[in-house]
């Protein structure tokens, strides 16, 4: 079965520090894609990184990057310079396949709180 | 784009009456997912299409909900009757979905159903 498992309910950051959000996986498939998702108090879901399981190099985008470690089965968040607008729940989401259909899940969700 | 385009934004209603959430996907999107968010359960993918054609719905929880998507750019949720346990936030996504390669999803700002 997969799964993914988000072990941090909530993270404090000091504005400007960095900060990472953890997220491991568990699927026996070869091919999978992770994602992260940004879900700020107003409700909606934004998109902020993927990577792929083949992808060799971690992804980026901007401030925020993707530290895969594929033999422990992790894609922690890393958010370089907090800002007060990183404030949010933040979602690790993982895509495989079961019995050749694809599949999507979404972890708990990490609370991350910037102080100014 | 006006992006992922739902309605109601919010719907209040009685127990055992009929519901029905509508969802416009971005244009040239060819997947569809429908999740429903709760603070018990999290995020939860419902059920996805894939060119119109209903791939995964072991999400649907029982009966009373289901789902249809009659052309490229229209889908509807109904749960029939309502029970108050389906009170939540229904979110409806897209993206462009090709050959094993992973695109983001683009999600609608939700329906927060609440049912009495």
């Known amino acids: 079965a997969q799964k993914i498992t988000q072990t941090q309910p909530g993270m404090f950051v000091q504005e400007k520090e960095a900060v990472t959000l953890d997220c491991t996986y568990d699927t026996s498939d070869q091919s999978y894609g992770l994602f992260w998702y940004k879900q700020p108090s107003s409700g909606e879901m934004i998109f902020l990184i993927y990577?792929?399981?083949?992808?060799?190099q971690n992804a980026t985008e901007g401030r925020y990057s993707l530290n895969f470690q594929k033999a422990r089965k992790s894609a922690n968040l890393v958010i370089s310079a907090s800002q007060l607008g990183d404030s949010a729940m933040y979602f690790c989401a993982m895509r495989g396949v079961t019995s050749g259909t694809y599949k999507y899940i979404f972890g708990t969700g990490t609370r991350l709180k910037v102080l100014a | 784009d006006a992006g992922v385009i739902q309605s109601p934004r919010h719907e209040v209603t009685e127990m055992g009456q009929e519901v029905t959430l509508r969802c416009k996907p971005i244009s040239g999107h060819n997947s569809l997912f429908w999740y429903r968010q709760t603070m018990m359960r999290g995020l939860e993918l419902l059920i996805y299409?894939?060119?119109?054609?209903?791939?995964?719905d072991s999400g649907m929880p029982e009966d009373r909900f289901s789902a249809k998507m009659p052309n490229a750019s229209f889908s509807t949720l109904k749960i029939q009757p309502s029970e108050p346990r389906d009170s939540a936030v229904y979110f409806c996504?897209?993206?462009?979905?090709?050959?094993?390669?992973?695109?983001?999803?683009?999600f609608g700002p939700g329906t927060r159903l609440t049912v009495l």
């Open positions: 996504a897209s993206s462009w979905t090709s050959g094993g390669v992973d695109n983001e999803q683009f």
């Open positions: 990577q792929g399981s083949y992808d060799e």
């Open positions: 299409f894939n060119n119109n054609v209903p791939i995964d």
